[in-house]
């Protein structure tokens, strides 16, 4: 299930591509911004086919071992624990997965990146391999780990893997660490969850929508805000994300009384390290502050609920 940060993270970036257009329909912008952050459970279903590609792929490559022409010992009595273990067997016993990861395995082999291949043979070199294969005990938490550590330093990571990725959506690369996380804590729970809806709940969904369209609705006021505050900065300098970043902080501390001030700040504070520079973080950081003590001073804003001042 997405996160509130996730949702705002995906409005951001909806925002961004909606101010970028040069018809700006609102109502088509919504949509646009639905699909894109239901799209994310897509992508989960995406990395768990290249997991069940995988693991077919090294059932193929050890029979074919034991059809070589001169095959070695080794071929004709391979260590198949990697495909033969607990936490494999869930993956593939999960039925739904399977017939799903069939409807979308064309990606991963409609092409000339020979990927799943590729990964495996870096995998068979590898010391994790290596290690996972001898050690004799047999347990799930040793499969998980093992599991973790191939999707973490073989797939995730994978540049040419980033790049189909890309093709498919811009956006499922800044999806991709939240993806993972989802998926690794599936595993920890050692079952496959494939998610209907990318939400927790209409509240949730409700928030993103509203994010979105009141960010647009009061563009001009917050503007005006920005342009007051920072009186050494012409607005064409300010950097578009930090604008996005500023207006929808002022929207959420403006325009939705149930939610605390400091959750608000503190969330796009944070998201200005990772989408901002150094000194344009500092710039969001002191621009918000000043401007909610104004807010305060000229008593604009109205929170419901203890403590949400």
């Known amino acids: 299930m997405i996160s509130r940060r996730h949702i705002r993270l995906k409005v951001m970036q909806s925002l961004y591509a909606f101010r970028s257009q040069n018809e700006r329909d609102i109502l088509k912008g919504e949509r646009d911004m639905l699909k894109h952050i239901e799209n994310i459970s897509e992508l989960q279903l995406v990395i768990m086919s290249f997991l069940v590609s995988l693991i077919k792929h090294a059932e193929s490559f050890y029979e074919e071992g034991k059809n070589k022409h001169l095959p070695t010992q080794k071929d004709l009595n391979p260590n198949i624990k990697f495909i033969d273990n607990s936490f494999v067997r ?7 997965l399977i017939k799903q990861s069939k409807k979308i395995s064309a990606f991963w082999y409609d092409n000339d990146h ?29 499969d998980i780990k093992f599991f973790n550590n191939i999707l973490n330093n073989f797939i995730l990571n994978n540049k040419i893997l980033h790049h189909m990725l890309e093709e498919r959506s811009i956006y499922w690369i800044d999806d991709l660490p939240f993806v993972a996380t989802i998926i690794m804590g599936n595993f920890k729970l050692q079952k496959i969850i494939l998610p209907k809806t990318v939400f927790k709940n209409n509240i949730d969904k409700k928030f993103a929508l509203n994010l979105f369209h009141l960010t647009i609705k009061n563009d001009s006021e917050y503007e005006k805000i920005i342009i007051k505050k920072a009186k050494n900065w012409d607005i064409e300098r300010i950097a578009i994300m930090d604008q996005i970043l500023i207006k929808m902080a002022f929207c959420e501390i403006l ?28 710039f969001v950081n002191g621009l918000l502050d000043s401007s909610v ?15 949400l001042m």
Do not use: Q
């Open 255 to 282: 325009n939705m009384p149930e939610l605390p001030i400091n959750v608000s700040l503190n969330e796009y504070i944070e998201i200005s390290k990772y989408y901002s520079t150094n000194k344009s973080k500092m």
């Open 114 to 142: 020979d990927i799943v291949r590729k990964i495996f043979m870096d995998i068979l070199k590898s010391d994790e391999y290596g290690n996972y294969l001898c050690n004799s005990k047999n347990n799930i938490e040793i």
């Open 90 to 96: 869930i993956i593939l016993d999960n039925r739904e």
């Open 293 to 307: 003590s104004d807010f305060k001073h000229e008593n604009k804003i109205k929170k419901v609920g203890r403590g």
